[in-house]
């Protein structure tokens, strides 16, 4: 999976670009919300699977960041992590389904949310790739 990776600080880049590149994801990191929309933009339409932002950046925070890009592909995977999450309630309305990663999180509650969502439901998949909705949504 590629992923655009971003947080104001290199100490926090690099241990999340380590991570995630052990588990074979390919990585590409910005230092801001602004680097990481010129990123974004330089990049052929489709070519992040998921965008992995930190929340309070100078100059573009990660809530103004992930909404330009829902702006530019409304289909795009997101998730934002802080220490000090926003209020949902106070989200846009095209970010009312992010996902949000309270520091600290598990490496696995990371992962997971990476992870693609069940083709028949869009709800997250347990590690072992089944649905966490299967009477739900019907997946076996």
Do not use: W
Not at 54 to 72: A, C, F, S
């Amino acid at each position: 999976m590629r992923i655009l990776l971003v947080d104001d600080t290199a100490m926090m880049r690099d241990l999340f670009k380590t991570l995630l590149e052990s588990e074979g994801h390919e990585v590409v990191t910005a230092n801001d919300g602004v680097a990481a929309v010129f990123t974004y933009r330089t990049m052929e339409d489709g070519y992040f699977d998921f965008v992995l932002s930190d929340y309070q950046m100078p100059r573009k925070n990660g809530v103004e960041l992930l909404r330009e890009i829902k702006h530019l592909n409304p289909k795009q995977r997101l998730a934002l992590m802080s220490a000090d999450p926003p209020n949902r309630k106070t989200l846009p309305p095209e970010l009312q389904d992010l996902v949000v990663l309270e520091k600290p999180f598990r490496t696995a509650e990371l992962l997971a949310a990476i992870k693609a969502p069940c083709s028949v439901c869009g709800q997250p998949v347990a590690a072992n790739d089944v649905c966490l909705r299967t009477t739900e949504c019907g997946k076996d």
